[in-house]
């Protein structure tokens, strides 16, 4: 079994309220949801408006998938928002049994 574990931040430089930022956040979150079946929540910055820091995991038993899903993550939140993704990082994991 093998996890990707992804890491994101996107700076928001015309956001001015926290209500404004979760018009940003809700449809990434879903939409990383929705397109690759991560699970995906907010992680840090909950209280900066101009910084939304994402974490997204999902699960697999084939290594490769999930790098070429590391990739196409960025890709994916990259044409789905006007904002920065000023950070990221993605990584697949070995789990399980030795």
């Keep these: 079994m ?3 574990v992804v890491e994101m ?3 928001i430089p015309y956001c001015r309220s926290l209500k404004e930022k979760r018009g940003v956040k809700l449809p990434l ?3 990383l949801r929705r ?3 991560l699970a ?3 992680v840090d910055h909950a209280d900066r408006h101009q910084l939304l820091s994402l974490g997204a995991a999902g ?3 084939d290594a490769a998938l999930l790098d070429r899903m590391g990739g196409d993550v960025r890709s994916w939140v990259e044409s789905h928002t006007d ?3 000023a950070a ?3 990584e697949c994991l070995p789990w399980g049994r030795e």
């Design 83 to 85: 904002a920065t993704l």
């Design 40 to 42: 995906v929540a907010e």
């Design 35 to 37: 397109s690759f079946g």
């Design 2 to 4: 093998f996890l990707l």
């Design 9 to 11: 931040e996107i700076h």
């Design 88 to 90: 990221y990082r993605a």
């Design 59 to 61: 699960v697999s038993g």
């Design 29 to 31: 979150v879903e939409g």
